[in-house]
């Protein structure tokens, strides 16, 4: 049988917008999430939800974090 092979996927990111991703990672998102576990205990799907929105959303942080952490 023949096995098809996939085409080779183009890089996600140039290696400088990857370092601007991790700067912003490591300084928002990462306090975020220590903030998040403490208010509300995020379930698998949630977390799935949480990398789709945030590939969907880019840069919209805030909003990648409301949909999942219930606010008080």
């Known amino acids: 049988m023949l096995r098809l092979i996939p085409p ?3 890089a ?5 917008e990857a370092a601007k991703r991790q700067k ?3 300084h ?4 975020l999430q ?3 576990l ?5 379930c698998h799907r949630g977390l799935l939800e949480c990398a789709r929105c945030l590939k969907k959303h880019g840069k919209d942080l805030k909003r990648f974090f409301t949909h999942i952490v219930p606010l008080d």
């Open 28 to 31: 928002y998102i990462e306090p």
């Open 12 to 16: 996600l990111w140039t290696p400088l």
């Open 8 to 10: 080779a996927r183009k």
């Open 34 to 36: 220590e903030e998040a």
């Open 24 to 26: 912003v990672f490591s």
């Open 38 to 42: 403490q208010r509300a205990r995020l």
